[in-house]
């Protein structure tokens, strides 16, 4: 089987990118495992979010920017090293799902407590994880795991980073990061929202076809 063709494997573009194979061919030369690499990107997503919450400031939000970028490709890079380069352990798939999970509510509970609205981060995070309920929902039940959106994994974290540098730009005029940040976290909880609705109603259609 084509790995990445594997109905169980999120579908990433970036997979079959020249410098991601790159990363992954310079990666394997080493004795860094897809384990580790995972727990890399819970690293750079909870220094990100301390810094915002310990002080929600224009270096802090656009620290958490970057790192946002770091985390989403360690994200790709523990799949390739596992897969690609073969390197599976016992232990991978909850490697694979549980630092994400942590990293998303990290990243997204930060955000509401440096907006001043802790209540928006924590309603954000419980929509995020409920996502990936729904998905893994769908795979115990015996259908292939539904990645769609409209507000999957990606797309939360590149609304998230771009929420921080608006932030960082509104308090560079105004001495506050409130808007941009709630403004994003509204974005992610009604994404997330429609989410796990789009794959609610997918997994029903495909268990009544299945019983057909």
């Excluded at 750079?44 to 270096?59: E, L, V």
């Excluded at 509510?105 to 309603?123: C, E, F, K, N, Y």
């Excluded at 409209?150 to 540098?165: E, N």
Aim: charged share 15%; with cysteine; glycine share 8%.
């Amino acid at each position: 089987m084509n790995p990445d063709h594997d109905d169980n494997r999120r579908p990433i573009a970036a997979r079959s990118s020249r410098w991601a194979h790159r990363l992954t061919q310079v990666t394997l030369k080493t004795s860094i495992t897809p384990n580790q690499i995972s727990i890399l990107s819970v690293i750079a997503a909870t220094i990100g979010s301390t810094a915002i919450i310990a002080d929600p400031a224009p270096w802090s939000l656009v620290l958490c920017a970057a790192l946002i970028p770091v985390r989403l490709v360690c994200n790709l890079l523990d799949g390739m090293v596992a897969v690609e380069g073969g390197k599976h352990s016992l232990l991978g798939a909850l490697y694979n799902e549980i630092p994400d999970r942590f990293s998303d509510a990290v990243i997204m509970v930060a955000l509401g407590i440096a907006s001043g609205r802790p209540s928006l981060g924590w309603a954000a995070a419980l929509l995020a994880v409920a996502t990936a309920y729904v998905r893994m929902l769908g795979g115990s039940l015996g259908l292939a795991q539904d990645f769609r959106g409209p507000l999957a994994k990606q797309q939360r974290m590149w609304i998230a980073a771009a929420g921080c540098v608006l932030g960082a730009i509104e308090m560079a005029w105004t001495g506050t990061p409130t808007w941009s940040l709630i403004v994003a976290l509204w974005i992610l909880i009604a994404g997330s929202a429609a989410t796990c609705v789009t794959r609610t109603l997918a997994i029903s259609h495909a268990l009544r076809l299945r019983h057909d």
